[in-house]
T-cell receptor, first 115, second 115 residues
Framework: GQQLNQSPQSMFIQEGEDVSMNCTSS?????WLWYKQDPGEGPVLLIA?????ELTSNGRLTAQFGITRKDSFLNISASIPSDVGIYFC???????????????FGQGTILTVHP | DGGITQSPKYLFRKEGQNVTLSCEQN?????MYWYRQDPGQGLRLIYY???????QKGDIAEGYSVSREKKESFPLTVTSAQKNPTAFYLC??????????????FGAGSRLTVL
């Protein structure tokens, strides 16, 4: 199946620092999604990207859909303690037929923010 | 409020027993999904259903079964054939994002522990 490489696997930062994480794929994707998961909860959608080169912001979060359609990054500016959690990228590959089907998820980036 | 409800939140099971995890949504979404999450891994797809009375196997369907008798409900049964059932299980449903591409909305998850 599709493979997504998400890095880094974990990050330990001080409050106020900026954070960057990325995902790369061996295949072309039509959609990139970024989710955040709090401990013991389900993932919540942060940003959805649909076009190559698209740059989208949501508060302190910024994500981009890579020009090659094989990568995406997520930046968090001025981190705060509530940013703690697991961040997942997810991509939907370009394919024929119905757009229903399987998102592929990265392995997640565990973010720890020290006050 | 509209959303996805998973129950129970925590479940303990003895080896050899079947258990059923409930997933109910009032979002009027057509497609529903079950994922399994293990520490340090991304989300792995167990089963998905695009419409009532139809479902397809995901990447790790062995030892699991589902039904989709109603649009709102997509229960997952973890059978005794599942060799390593201890995990966090996530149910999701699918909606179209702003640009028409589908994104997943997740429930809060169910943690199954086999004793």
């Amino acid at each position: 199946g599709q493979q997504l490489n998400q890095s880094p696997q974990s990050m330990f930062i001080q409050e106020g620092e900026d954070v960057s994480m990325n995902c790369t794929s061996s295949s072309i994707f039509n959609t990139w999604l970024w989710y955040k998961q709090d401990p013991g909860e389900g993932p919540v959608l942060l940003i959805a990207l649909y076009k190559a080169g698209e740059l989208t912001s949501n508060g302190r979060l910024t994500a981009q859909f890579g020009i090659t359609r094989k990568d995406s990054f997520l930046n968090i500016s001025a981190s705060i303690p509530s940013d703690v959690g697991i961040y997942f990228c997810a991509g939907r590959p370009r394919a024929g037929g119905t757009s229903y089907g399987k998102l592929t998820f990265g392995q997640g980036t565990i973010l720890t923010v020290h006050p | 409020d509209g959303g996805i409800t998973q129950s129970p939140k925590y479940l303990f099971r003895k080896e050899g027993q079947n258990v059923t995890l409930s997933c109910e949504q009032n979002l009027n979404h057509d497609a529903m999904y079950w994922y399994r999450q293990d520490p340090g891994q991304g989300l792995r797809l167990i089963y998905y259903s695009q419409i009532v009375n139809d479902f397809q196997k995901g990447d790790i369907a062995e030892g699991y079964s589902v039904s989709r008798e109603k649009k709102e409900s997509f229960p997952l049964t973890v059978t005794s054939a599942q060799k390593n059932p201890t995990a966090f299980y996530l149910c999701a449903s699918e909606w179209k994002g702003a640009s028409g591409a589908n994104v997943l909305t997740f429930g809060a998850g169910s943690r199954l522990t086999v004793l």
